[in-house]
């Protein structure tokens, strides 16, 4: 196992060892404990650069399933590995964050820090995973860990809600894209990334290329909460603090802007690509910009800017795509700007937002309430906290000298260079690009300035806050303080990113335009001189101010658009809608009676093995060759028989246990005649515990009456019984009468020895040939017994807590006396 694979599975190892460290050492906040292992692995990863940015991309494989294709192939090139550096390095800030958010004595933080921890592995494995089934897996467990995350707080609606609901979106997100990928593997034959690029030119003609690219791009859109599956990402703002800087800012929801960096050399090119990506990050974009402008929870604010933040990101890749078409040369570079700025911008909005995320979980903390109706006049009293914040609003609105203006005038010249262009009919909507572009960062701008001014100053509203505002702790600044820093070095010197991390991430996402010797260039600067997108920019500014100024005038706009119309009660509507279709079908076939049940199940059978009777004709060619039966196998078969019809007419069920047993012990005897004593051998074994604990159960049950049934329930039983005892019979014939494969097992009598080591076939094939299934059925039991164990110990909990709050003897002495003295 290499250093990659042991830096995805470092995580899920160490969480197991949490709860033993909660428990043992509870004077110690839990996350000192953690946060080394973040640090350790970012550094790891930053020593990576130079090779990395050498073009050497490490590539290490560990056969998994050889026969379907599937490998635990881990790659680290540009892109993987800068977010690799951004889920390790955010990581680590946001543990060191949470040691003093939150509390180790009111909270969970063994549970806290195994789901953080699990997610972290999980979106390690997203990126790193060159195998498209390997990525599908840690893609669901990033799902699985921030359903956690986001319910960590259980005892809320809000967070049970807003945790279900991001699930179920990003689950079904995902599945389509599971489809996606397994489309890709009938073009390609192959489930590896590496390989599905390398031959990417021969499957653009394909008929399956399209329903591909449209399967994969929906599991990216709605991880990466793109129009119209953004609505999840404002109830994820249930979750704790540390978690949405975490989730919602730099990792999870960009696990969709990583897809579609990944795939491009796969999909870009084509005309489809471009205008679905493009467009949807363009509304995504502003509608986000347009919804957070009516929000008055920061950290709703937040998520609707992460919406529009990130549909800016998913433009500009789409942007970028027309390079691709243009193929390697001069003309195409004009347009590898795009994305460019959408890795540089990658990195600027993990910065800035991460840092206004944990400014907001500090407003809370220290106040009470993230209601901005309540808040104002805290710059005086928390004056870091408001010079983080004003780092992170400026950045975020595009504003100099800060990292965010860099990428927001790239912007703007990628949306300016794509209205020359000639490819895709874009003469036509081209226009539309940079319009909807610079109002939507008008509107960034404004809701920027709502989260600084409105929180920070005027007047101070002490009656309205649950706690006597105060500065943070050192310990909670110190985290954002690092982003708010980063946001600034990254402003004035961009290019020690460019040539480290943006470069080699480039040469990732476009390897068809890079340079054979030099791949990409890039180099960043402050000033550009008076051009069109410093016009705009200006533009964007002096109108954001008008506009914030009267907002109170011109914000009558959001009532265009009534609630009820919203995406939200579309889910909730569907969501009731389905539970109560549901539960009617439910509720026609879960009648309670076992009856009922059976009469499903065998019905079903007897009519699909009837179809294929009658589809395939199985004894038209039948030939048997069947030994003469001896005079001893014709006596266990009638006394075979004979148990079987005495079972019904048995009356009592010590009886009919009895006769089943005897049923099996008869067999057994089949078993040892035919040759197969290890069969033999574990019937009986089976037999004699099932007798026995029947026998146990059953003695404690009422005695066996005799029910009449009226002649229609007794003929629908024996007709049942009469099919399926024909259906068997004849499915006994048909396969002792042909062979249209060769018997599987011959192939288990071959290898048993030769590739198991085994002589007992039986055993080789459960616990080898069959091992998985196996372990999931151990798996199964496991988890049933740890069910049972709870329920037997909650129920215990519960008489122990009845027999507590009884009154004692005494106490019901006195009672009585009372009333007899009365």
Known sequence: MSLLHIMILLPLVFALFLPLIGKYRRKIHTGWFVLPLPLLMFTYFLSRLPEIGAGEPLIRSIPWIPSLGIHFTVYLDGLSLLFALLITGIGSLVVLYSIYYLSKIREALHLFYIYLLMFMSAMLGVVLSDNLIVLYGFWEMTSLASFLLIAFWFDRESSKYGALKSMLVTVSGGFAMLAGFVLLHLMTDSFSVREIIAVSGEIVDHHLFIPAMVLVLLGAFTKSAQFPFHFWLPDAMAAPAPVSAYLHSATMVKAGIYLVARLSPVFAGGAEWFWIVSTVGLVTLFWGAYCALKQSDLKSLLAFSTVSQLGLIMCLLGL???????????????????????????????????????????????????????????????????????IGTFSMAGLPPFNGFLSKEMFFTAVITITEGQMFNLQTWSLLFPIVAWIASVFTFIYSMIILLRTFTGRLQKEKLEKEPHEAPFGMLLSPAILALLAVVFGFFPNILAYTIIEPAMVAILPSLAD??????????????????????????????????????WGVVHDVFPGKWSLNRVYDRTLKIMEKGSRAITDLYMTGSIRHYLIYVFVFLVGVISYLFLKLEPFKHASWDLAELAPYEVVLIIGLLAAAIAVPFAKSRIAAIILVGGIGYLVVLFFVIMGAPDLALTQMVVESISVTLFLLCFYHLPKLRKELSPPRFRLTNAIISAAVGIVFTFIALAATGQKLFEPISDYFVREAYDSAGGKNIVNVILVDFRGFDTFLEIAVLGIASYGIYGMIKLRMNRAARSESSEPTDDSNKGVTASHEIE
């Open 320 to 390: 970028g795509s027309a390079a691709v078409h243009l193929g390697y040369g001069e003309e195409s570079k004009i347009y590898v700007v795009a994305t460019t700025a959408a890795v540089f911008h990658l990195i600027n909005h993990a910065t800035f937002k991460g840092a206004l995320f944990m400014v907001a979980g500090i407003v809370d903390h220290e106040t009470g309430t993230r209601d901005i109706r309540r808040l104002g006049g805290l710059m005086t009293l928390m004056p870091i906290t408001f010079t983080l914040g004003l």
């Open 516 to 553: 054979p010797v030099n791949g990409f260039e890039v180099k960043i600067s402050m000033f550009h001189g008076w051009n069109t997108e410093l016009i705009m920019t200006m533009g964007v500014v002096i109108v954001g101010i008008l506009m914030y100024a009267t907002y109170r005038r």
